[in-house]
C-alpha cells in the first residue's frame, strides 16, 4: 500500500522554526518529484517547495523563499521542509505529495 505519513508541525511563535516529515511507505521517495503544499482557512490550497527527483534541484514560493528549504534523506525515504523565521502568515495546514499520493497534512500555527 502506498502512503505518506506526517509528522512535525505544531504552534511555534513568529521568528521561531519547525521541521516537517513526509516519509513514503510502498515507494521510494529518491525516484519521485516531491511537493510540499499549504492550505489556510478560507484559502486555496497553494504550492510551497518541491525538490526534483532527477537532481535534487529546488524550487520554492516566494513567500518562503529564504527561510524555507525542502531536503532528503533517502536512507530514511524521507523528504523534509526546514521552516525558519516563521510568520503568522505561514498558518496553514501543510501536505506533501507524491505523484497523486498526498500526505494527511499537519498543522502549522504561528502565533504569539
Known amino acids: 500500500q502506498l502512503k505518506l505519513k506526517q509528522s512535525g508541525g505544531g504552534l511555534v511563535q513568529p521568528g521561531g522554526s519547525l521541521r516537517l516529515t513526509c516519509a513514503g511507505s510502498g515507494f521510494i521517495l529518491q525516484h519521485y518529484d516531491i511537493g510540499w503544499f499549504r492550505q489556510a482557512p478560507g484559502k486555496e490550497r497553494e504550492g510551497v517547495s518541491c525538490?526534483?527527483?532527477?537532481?535534487?534541484?529546488?524550487w520554492y514560493a516566494d513567500s518562503v523563499k529564504g527561510r524555507f528549504t525542502v531536503s532528503r534523506d533517502n536512507a530514511a525515504n524521507t523528504v523534509y521542509l526546514q521552516m525558519n523565521n516563521l510568520k503568522p502568515e505561514d498558518t496553514a495546514a501543510y501536505y506533501c505529495k507524491v505523484s497523486e499520493y498526498w500526505g494527511q497534512g499537519t498543522q502549522v500555527t504561528v502565533s504569539s
Open positions: 525538490i526534483s527527483s532527477s537532481d535534487d534541484s529546488t
